[in-house]
């Protein structure tokens, strides 16, 4: 049971990677800074959003418009914090 414990752990750091790089990537093309013209930006770029999406599109639908502010990353990488925090306290039970 501690390797699923681990593998859950490994899922959560997997996902909040992921999440940090969208939001990086994003601020960097919207600053102009990186191009969706060239190829591996923009595979990365389509990878990551088809990955978060549907993450994102969850979390959309329960917040209210913000205009212009998308707080859906934020939320998402709270929770994904919270259920860390969550299987931390109750790691005695995988094992």
Do not use: K, T
């Amino acid at each position: 049971m501690q390797s699923l414990f681990q593998i859950l752990m490994l899922i959560l750091d997997i996902l909040w990677f992921f999440i940090i790089a969208h939001v990086i990537m994003s601020w960097l093309i919207n600053f102009q800074v990186l191009n969706l013209r060239q190829q591996f930006v923009a595979q990365v770029w389509y990878g990551l959003n088809r990955l978060l999406e549907p993450i994102y599109s969850r979390v959309r639908r329960i917040l209210p418009p913000m205009s212009g502010i998308d707080l859906a990353p934020l939320v998402v990488l709270v929770a994904v914090y919270a259920l860390r925090i969550v299987l931390i306290n109750n790691a005695a039970a995988f094992y």
